[in-house]
Structures are given as structure tokens and as C-alpha cells.
């Protein structure tokens, strides 16, 4: 069965963006209802509504998020809000790159006149990425290791959360 009148490096980047901004606006809600509740709930948010649709959005666009990670690690965006600026864009080329190779097949059917350009922009353009991947996975490790107490019993570690009396 040929579908050649589908075009799906258009309908795939249009249904999953709008469901991904659905998403993405309905988990915003649900953020500003938990920021109003703040210590309301005892053990945290409960999972369904508040935590499922972050779990539903991430699961259907989980390439996405991965790809976009070292983006968000170089812009320091810190907030929800701030990073969906970042992966609704993401979700969208993820989605029309799935529609072309879906359109052109897995391992495409015409030749490139230019192929020993586009293997070397992608190389230095994939290379680019994991440098900005390794030092921010190394960012992030030197802050944890500085950050994060060791528990030494020669010490009276007290947690941060423990308020300690007068005197």
C-alpha cells in the first residue's frame, strides 16, 4: 500500500508539536497549581495529574529531550517555562527528521552530488556537540562533587533540613 499523498515530514512535525504544546501547557498549569499548594501534600504532588503529563510528554519525545539536553546546559535555563523554549523546537525538527526518512525511506533512494560535504559538515557539526556534551556532563559532575556532603562518621554531619535549637 503506497501513501505517497502523505507527507509525513509535515503531518508528523504538526500532530506531535500541538500535542507536545497541549502538553507542555497543561504541565505549566499543573506547575502553577503545585507553586499554590506548595507544602499542601504530604509525601509531594500526587502522580496523576500533576506528574503524569511531564511523564507522558517526555516518554513520547524522549530523542528530543536528549538531544536538546546540552542546549539547556549551555543556556543555564533552570525553570519549566524557560525550557520549553527550547524543546518545542526540538520536538518539531525531531518529528519532521522521522517524517523525511519516512517520506525517503530509511536509507534514502537518490544519490548526493555532494556527499563527502555533507559527511564532513555533519562530522564537525556532531563533533561540536559532543564537546558541549562532555563539558557539561563534566560541569555538572565537578558541581556534584563539590556540592554533595560526604557522609564522614568522624564528623557531626547534621542535614540542612535539621534546625538546630538556641545555643
Given at each position: 500500500?503506497?501513501?505517497d499523498?502523505?507527507?509525513f515530514r509535515l503531518v508528523l512535525?504538526?500532530?506531535f508539536g500541538f500535542l507536545a504544546a497541549v502538553l507542555m501547557t497543561r504541565d505549566y498549569e499543573n506547575n502553577r497549581m503545585v507553586g499554590?499548594?506548595?507544602?499542601?501534600?504530604?509525601m509531594g504532588p500526587p502522580f496523576w495529574p500533576y506528574q503524569a503529563i511531564y511523564l507522558l510528554l517526555f516518554t513520547i519525545n524522549a530523542p528530543a529531550f536528549v538531544l536538546s539536553m546540552p542546549i539547556l546546559k549551555l543556556l543555564n535555563l533552570q525553570t519549566l517555562s524557560l525550557q520549553y523554549g527550547v524543546?518545542?523546537?526540538?520536538?518539531?525538527?525531531?518529528?519532521?527528521?522521522?517524517?523525511?526518512?519516512m517520506d525517503c525511506g530509511?536509507?534514502?533512494?537518490?544519490?548526493?552530488r555532494h556527499a563527502k560535504l555533507v559527511a564532513?559538515?555533519?562530522?564537525?557539526?556532531?563533533?561540536i556537540l559532543l564537546y558541549v556534551a562532555a563539558r557539561a556532563s563534566l560541569g555538572e559532575l565537578h558541581?556534584?562533587?563539590e556540592s554533595v556532603p560526604y557522609a564522614d562518621p568522624s564528623q557531626n554531619y547534621r542535614p540542612s533540613f535539621v534546625v538546630s535549637g538556641p545555643g
Amino acid at each position: 500500500m503506497k501513501h505517497d499523498w502523505i507527507r509525513f515530514r509535515l503531518v508528523l512535525p504538526l500532530v506531535f508539536g500541538f500535542l507536545a504544546a497541549v502538553l507542555m501547557t497543561r504541565d505549566y498549569e499543573n506547575n502553577r497549581m503545585v507553586g499554590l499548594m506548595g507544602m499542601g501534600w504530604d509525601m509531594g504532588p500526587p502522580f496523576w495529574p500533576y506528574q503524569a503529563i511531564y511523564l507522558l510528554l517526555f516518554t513520547i519525545n524522549a530523542p528530543a529531550f536528549v538531544l536538546s539536553m546540552p542546549i539547556l546546559k549551555l543556556l543555564n535555563l533552570q525553570t519549566l517555562s524557560l525550557q520549553y523554549g527550547v524543546w518545542l523546537p526540538a520536538i518539531v525538527g525531531w518529528w519532521w527528521w522521522i517524517g523525511t526518512r519516512m517520506d525517503c525511506g530509511i536509507l534514502g533512494r537518490r544519490s548526493s552530488r555532494h556527499a563527502k560535504l555533507v559527511a564532513g559538515v555533519l562530522s564537525t557539526v556532531s563533533l561540536i556537540l559532543l564537546y558541549v556534551a562532555a563539558r557539561a556532563s563534566l560541569g555538572e559532575l565537578h558541581w556534584w562533587m563539590e556540592s554533595v556532603p560526604y557522609a564522614d562518621p568522624s564528623q557531626n554531619y547534621r542535614p540542612s533540613f535539621v534546625v538546630s535549637g538556641p545555643g
